[in-house]
């Protein structure tokens, strides 16, 4: 037992240590320096200790695979603070593993019958975890990027998943105010809900819950971005929550602001557009004729011409969802479009009319 502890701490050693510092509070960190000038000396020690073990027929094997792989993948990663010389002790341990085990570390979870890889699986969550904390973890960069990689290729690998064992970092990503972080705890998130079909409904809810409140317009957007892709794999099943039409109309109602358009407008009528592929059913003229209104309104203010072209094109999809009688009291009241003094406009609107058909 103290033979594997001091082989996961030679392991821990190679590891980059807790920054003194969030990574985003100053360029240059000296805990990378001290990594990389030591990782000659603990990474001997490491082929040491490994060396003088049947790895294999070891009680807790799961427990130091599942270093190996964190430490694989720190190395491996494209970072800043990865040169050459990690990566050639990546490769090296790589190497060395499958020679012991017959298994290489970057493709062990995917499907291996030699090991246990969901407590292997399971273990490196909780190592990634245990540091990856609301406090800490931006002082655990390497171990960001080592989640994220677990995170991205859930898919493949050969295991269960359980939403609170994988959720939490994706979701403190998601949450923080550096915009890299956010995007990255997105893919992570995205990636994990494919594995977790039945847990889409509880986070689009969610989403659309944050969407209703969310006040800083780039986060919103992102959530824009997030409620699109979950709307992409729960398809039908999306039209249950009403609330999405009235956060679409409210979204697009503040584009009108030249500002605000700039960061929303096109993820609200994408998010739109994916929506209406299997929302299009429960869409009705009588009660949902707001989000007509509201895209002319946008399409008026509009000085991108393929926004313009995008929002036309939406505005002839819910007009022809329409019933012709309908459809006529919509063309009707177009009639007076000519006393609107815009040109573009006008001409927009006629454009628009040519596509109804009664």
Request: aromatic share 10%.
């Amino acid at each position: 037992m103290k033979y594997i502890l001091k082989l996961l701490d030679s392991i821990n050693q190679c590891l980059i240590p807790k920054l003194a510092k969030n990574f985003d509070e100053r360029e240059n960190h000296p805990e990378f320096e001290i990594r990389n000038n030591t990782l000659d000396q603990n990474f001997k020690s490491l082929e040491q200790y490994l060396g003088d073990l049947d790895l294999p027929n070891t009680k807790g094997t799961a427990t130091i695979i599942a270093a190996l792989i964190i430490l694989y993948k720190e190395l491996d990663c494209e970072c800043p603070w990865n040169g050459e010389k990690s990566k050639e002790y990546s490769k090296k341990l790589n190497i060395y593993f499958e020679l012991v085990c017959g298994s290489r570390l970057d493709t062990i979870l995917h499907e291996n019958k030699n090991f246990n890889i969901q407590e292997i699986f399971n273990i490196c969550l909780e190592n990634l975890h245990s540091k990856l904390t609301y406090e800490n973890f931006k002082k655990y960069p390497g171990q960001v990027e080592v989640y994220c990689w677990l995170a991205k290729d859930l898919r493949r690998f050969q295991v269960k998943v359980k939403p609170a064992q994988v959720f939490p970092a994706a979701l403190l990503l998601i949450e923080d105010y550096i915009n890299i972080n956010t995007s990255k705890g997105l893919i992570c998130c995205l990636s994990i809900l494919r594995c977790l079909t039945q847990k889409l409904q509880e986070m689009y809810t969610g989403i659309l819950d944050q969407l209703m409140t969310e006040s800083n317009l780039y986060r919103k957007g992102e959530c824009l971005s997030f409620a699109k892709s979950i709307i992409e794999m729960h398809k039908v099943n999306c039209i249950s929550e009403n609330t999405f039409k009235v956060i679409i109309c409210d979204c697009l109602d503040i584009c009108t602001n030249e500002v605000v358009a700039d960061i929303l407008l096109n993820k609200t009528l994408e998010c739109l557009d994916e929506w209406i592929q299997y929302g299009w059913c429960v869409w009705r003229f009588s009660t949902d004729y707001r989000m007509i209104s509201i895209l002319f309104k946008v399409l008026y203010v509009c000085k991108d011409n393929s926004t313009a072209l995008y929002i036309q094109k939406l505005i002839v999809t819910f007009i022809t969802l329409c019933k012709p009688e309908e459809k006529k009291q919509i063309l009707k009241s177009l009639e007076n479009v000519n006393k609107i003094s815009s040109v573009n406009f006008r001409n927009q609107v006629e454009a628009i009319k040519k596509e109804i058909n009664i």
